[in-house]
């Protein structure tokens, strides 16, 4: 769909695209952190191979102690 195609490149202009590398992939499969979603062991692996702090509002991310990070909590939730 050439207009799918047209709102993705629109949607991440503004943004810097990190690349999953091998290595990322490896650090999350072998973190020892007690949480089976691959998604957030990717998150987590990214973040600190970037260097980069997390913004989130993920309570389980927040138990970390090993990633710079900020805990947000939107004052409308019930959390």
Do not use: K
Request: charged letters at 30%.
């Amino acid at each position: 769909m050439p207009g799918l195609s047209i709102w993705i490149d629109d949607a991440l202009a503004d943004y810097e695209l990190l690349v999953l590398t091998p290595a990322i992939w490896v650090e999350a499969g072998l973190d020892l952190w007690d949480n089976p979603d691959p998604a957030d062991r990717l998150i987590i692996a990214t973040a600190r191979t970037y260097q980069l702090e997390l913004v989130h509002t993920d309570r389980a991310v927040r138990q970390r102690a090993d990633l710079r990070q900020t805990y947000y909590r939107d004052s409308r939730s019930c959390d």
